[in-house]
């Protein structure tokens, strides 16, 4: 397979932001857009979304609030959902 160059000239800050976001996914910058060409080339068009599994706010809170819950031994615990939903039937 024989290689060449792509130069381009782009912002610093999205550069440094996509390295980011790429070496949290494991890739390369060389590797991301070959795999974003690869695919453009497959679906004829731009060809999907690679992001990260960020929750939404309201999510967060949830996730905040039930780690908190865990950690203090006086919040309510239930042994099975059953009981769970009768509690939250009350």
């Known amino acids: 397979m024989a290689t060449t160059n792509l130069n381009i000239r782009i912002d610093k800050s999205v550069k ?30 731009i060809p999907f979304a690679l992001k990260l599994d960020i929750p939404n706010e309201t999510t967060a809170r949830a996730i905040d609030e039930g780690q908190k819950m865990l950690s203090d031994p006086t919040s309510e615990r239930y042994s099975s959902m059953d009981t769970f939903k009768a509690a939250l039937e009350e």
Do not use: Y
Request: hydrophobic share 45%; glycine share 6%.
């Open 16 to 45: 440094d932001q996509a390295e980011e976001v790429f070496n949290e996914l494991g890739l390369n910058m060389t590797t991301a857009i070959t795999i974003f060409l690869r695919s453009a080339i497959r679906e004829r068009g």
